[in-house]
């Protein structure tokens, strides 16, 4: 690895960091990634907790290490449930985590990603036309499908980390994350990672997880992006295809070492 210097902690001291706090993490999450989501906190080293109805989800941001929000499959009660457990982080002191899920497909979704990124998220993690969107710029995404390159989103997602004075993940086949000064650029995973539904959604919950346990969020960030590439750069050996890889990857995920994450190749952008 080609450690930039703007890195306050290590890919390797990241995990480690994490690991050794077993973070509890609040993952406000859509219906199709919950399981899948919880099953790679544990195999990770951190513990879910898909804690979202407003009843609750505010009083449960003030304990949790990371609240983590994703909206994905939203509604007018979830909304409200997101809105209580991302002010009660703030209020609070807590990290928390945005992952703005085809924000630009509908009305509903761009009202209410506009009223999450009001509340300034430690980490917004999107796919490349998500990101343009949310810095205002047209995008090509379909669905929650990105329709643009990463690094057509690079610029955009500097001026967004600007705007909201956190960290932006733009996730792809080589990743880039950025707090609007800082900028890295991580290699890996696995071609068969976008075959399997809940992926993304389950790396914005570990991005949670890593920002519990380090203290710095673009450090955190880079560990957890560095965290799931390793993962799927091993289980991608194993695998036959999407399923036996989805099965593989977990395991991969706890068996990754800090050796093996800082082989990864994470460079200054």
């Known amino acids: 690895m080609t450690r930039p210097d703007t890195l306050s902690r290590t890919p390797a001291e990241a995990l480690s960091a994490m690991r050794a706090a077993t973070p509890l993490v609040q993952c406000i999450t859509n219906y199709v990634a919950m399981n899948f989501a919880a099953n790679v906190l544990l195999a990770a080293g951190a513990a879910p907790a898909m804690v979202h109805d407003p009843e609750e989800s ?3 941001a003030g304990i949790a290490g990371a ?6 499959t939203i509604g007018p009660r979830w909304v409200e449930g997101m809105m ?3 002010n009660a982080a703030r209020e609070a002191g807590v990290p928390w985590v945005l992952d703005p899920v085809a924000c630009f497909a509908t009305r509903f979704r761009r009202e209410t990603v506009a009223r999450l990124i009001a509340l300034c998220p430690d980490v917004v993690r999107g796919n490349a036309s998500e990101i343009l969107a949310l810095a205002g710029q047209a995008s090509a995404g379909k669905g929650v499908d990105a329709g643009d390159s990463v690094a057509a989103a690079e610029q955009a997602a500097r001026a967004l980390a600007a705007q909201t004075g956190g960290v932006v993940a733009v996730t ?8 609007g000064t800082r900028g890295v ?12 539904t809940a992926t993304g959604c389950a790396l914005t919950c570990l991005v ?16 957890a992006l560095s965290h799931f ?6 289980a991608e ?11 593989a990857f977990l395991d991969a995920l706890a068996s990754v070492s800090p050796a093996s994450i800082d082989a990864m190749r994470v460079v200054a952008a």
């Not at 609240?67 to 994905?72: A, D, L």
């Not at 792809?172 to 707090?179: C, I, L, M, R, S």
């Not at 590439?229 to 091993?234: K, L, M, N, W, Y």
């Open 58 to 60: 505010g009083e449960f």
């Open 67 to 72: 609240v983590t929000v994703n909206i994905g």
């Open 185 to 196: 650029r991580i290699a890996g995973g696995s071609a068969l990672m976008p075959q399997v």
């Open 84 to 86: 209580a457990a991302a």
């Open 208 to 223: 949670g997880a890593y920002a519990a346990a380090v203290p710095d969020p673009f450090a955190a960030t880079v560990g």
């Open 229 to 234: 590439a390793a993962a799927g750069e091993a």
């Open 172 to 179: 792809g086949a080589v990743d880039f994350v950025t707090d």
């Open 237 to 247: 050996l194993s695998a036959q295809g999407p399923g036996s890889f989805a099965m």
